[in-house]
């Protein structure tokens, strides 16, 4: 049975616990290490039992809490060559570093695991799409400027999804932010915006949605009211009453099923 717990997602880190029965794997590991403890811990699972990591890209907020991890010989490292290069494992690291390349799929345990090219300003990002024992797949994407024809495909069709709706374009324009990262976050190596979310979702969403969820929101320039509002409004628009949608915050561990509940959705 399927278990997410979103340990927060944002620019001040992201990592989501994806579970199947005994598999357990960690999508980013983007805290520093007594953080991603912490989170850990309130999601009651111990670091020892994660089997693998899938890192995105080389940005810290993506990778800082490798090192609570890495010194285990049997957890396994998912990253692309040119991510791995600009990635530290930690010091004292004594995991396996498996590469992957967009496109090629993989199996960890119960999953399959296909990876897959975005758009953002790194050497080799990807986001991944788990298809899971029952035939469901949950699609996570964030961290991309615009969602090219190849991230459609993979993500068309899931039953869960994780997309990224970084900010609002009028709070990114009014915003503190200096003109460059404003610049920087609206380009097509940059972030989602809530509409653009809403946009992928139209092309992507099917009748077996059951759940979107927003990630990435900026604190800065955005609102989660805002991205669920987009999600929402664009699964009306599209007929689909059934699918829920939440906003996964930053500082807040979220638990699907969310605990006492015992199976998802
Ligand atoms: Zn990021
Ligand atoms: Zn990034």
Not at 157 to 177: S, V
Request: glycine letters at 8%; hydrophobic letters at 40%; a positive charge.
């Amino acid at each position: 049975m399927l278990r997410i717990d979103f340990l927060g997602s944002g620019s001040e880190g992201n990592a989501t616990l994806i579970r199947w029965d005994q598999t357990c794997v960690l999508l980013d590991c983007g805290f520093g290490p007594r953080k991603l403890k912490a989170r850990l811990d309130q999601a009651g699972v111990a670091p020892e039992t994660v089997d693998a990591v899938l890192i995105t890209h080389e940005h810290r907020d993506h990778w800082a809490g490798l090192s609570l991890l890495s010194r285990r010989e049997a957890l396994q490292v998912f990253i692309t060559r040119r991510t791995a290069k600009k990635v530290s494992l930690g010091k004292k690291a004594a995991c396996q570093q498996v590469e992957i390349q967009a496109g090629t799929a993989f199996s960890i345990g119960a999953l399959d695991v296909l990876p897959f090219s975005i758009s953002h300003d790194a050497r080799d990002p990807v986001a991944y799409v788990f298809t899971l024992p029952d035939g469901a797949r949950l699609g996570v994407a964030y961290d991309l400027g615009y969602a090219s024809d190849k991230v459609v495909e993979a993500l068309q069709g899931c039953e869960y999804l994780g997309l990224e709706t970084n900010h609002d374009p009028e709070l990114l324009r009014k915003g503190p932010y200096p003109a460059y990262l404003k610049r920087r976050i609206r380009s097509g190596q940059g972030h989602l915006s809530n509409e653009q979310s809403a946009g992928l979702l139209r092309r992507v969403a099917s009748d077996g949605l059951r759940h979107v969820f927003g990630m990435h929101v900026s604190k800065t320039n955005n609102r989660p009211a805002l991205a669920l509002r987009a999600l929402t409004a664009e699964l009306r628009q599209l007929g689909l009453r059934t699918p829920e949608v939440t906003v996964v915050e930053q500082d807040r561990v979220l638990s699907f099923p969310p605990k006492g509940q015992l199976s998802l959705f």
